[in-house]
């Protein structure tokens, strides 16, 4: 399964220099967040597998303006194709946001989904907006990284954590990929597509 997943910022590739042949191939669209709610729909119109988002920090506009055609997966487990993917967006709380959380509200999000977990026995795709705590995360809090998201890929070995809040242009040290235990985490930022 080829899987196309996006972050922070909308990709002029496929938005302003757009053509339909550029989604050839692609078998699910995953958003990790913090984009416009437009972007997403312009996506699902010419798409034709779902397209599935989590919430970042500055997604507090979906409220009024969710991307149409697509489905929110946040806080949930969602299976497409025999492919379960936990879905946990937000960042660490840092001001007012409907989409900020504390490390503890975070591992309550966490607990919840422990029975869907349980029965679907584990799930192949972490799909969050920030990345794990100490890992290719920041040292401001705005960037500080969930502990919640080590114990899941600890606990469960998923195949790949996709997360995105930590964009490239910040600097030499912000990678693209990268490996913890047997997960590969991918930061999604603008496009990247992976093989699952």
Same mark, same amino acid.
């Given at each position: ?11 002029? &590739?496929? #938005? ?15 958003? /990790?967040?913090?984009?416009? +709610? ?6 699902? @119109?010419?798409?034709? !597998? ?5 919430? !970042?920090?500055?997604?507090?506009? *979906?409220?009024?303006? +969710?991307?149409? !055609?697509?489905? /929110? ?19 660490? %709380? ?9 490390? =503890?509200?975070?591992? #309550?999000?966490? %607990?919840?989904?422990?029975? =869907? ?13 920030? +990345?794990? &705590? ?7 809090? +705005?960037? @500080?990284?969930?502990? !919640?998201? =080590?114990?899941?890929?600890?606990? *469960?070995?998923? %195949? &790949? ?14 990678? =693209?990929?990268?490996? *913890?235990?047997? @997960? @590969?985490?991918?930061?999604? &930022? ?7």
């Amino acid at each position: 399964m080829k899987i196309l997943v996006l972050a922070d910022t909308e990709s002029l &590739y496929l #938005w302003d220099y757009f053509e339909k042949s550029k989604l050839e191939g692609i078998d699910l669209i995953l958003s /990790c967040g913090d984009l416009h +709610p437009h972007y997403l729909s312009f996506l699902a @119109t010419f798409f034709q !597998g779902p397209v599935l988002y989590v919430h !970042g920090n500055h997604d507090d506009c *979906y409220e009024k303006t +969710p991307p149409e !055609g697509c489905i /929110c997966i946040d806080g949930r487990l969602y299976e497409y194709e025999g492919v379960r993917i936990l879905g946990l967006g937000g960042s660490m %709380r840092y001001k007012q946001g409907l989409h900020q959380y504390t490390q =503890r509200e975070m591992n #309550w999000r966490i %607990r919840k989904l422990f029975f =869907r977990i349980r029965r679907k026995k584990g799930f192949d795709i972490l799909l969050a907006h920030s +990345p794990a &705590y100490h890992i290719n995360d920041g040292e401001d809090l +705005p960037h @500080t990284g969930f502990k !919640g998201f =080590r114990y899941l890929m600890e606990k *469960y070995a998923p %195949r &790949y954590f996709i997360h995105g809040h930590m964009h490239l242009s910040y600097g030499r040290g912000i990678k =693209r990929q990268d490996v *913890y235990q047997s @997960t @590969t985490i991918v930061n999604a &930022y603008e496009r990247y597509i992976i093989e699952l």
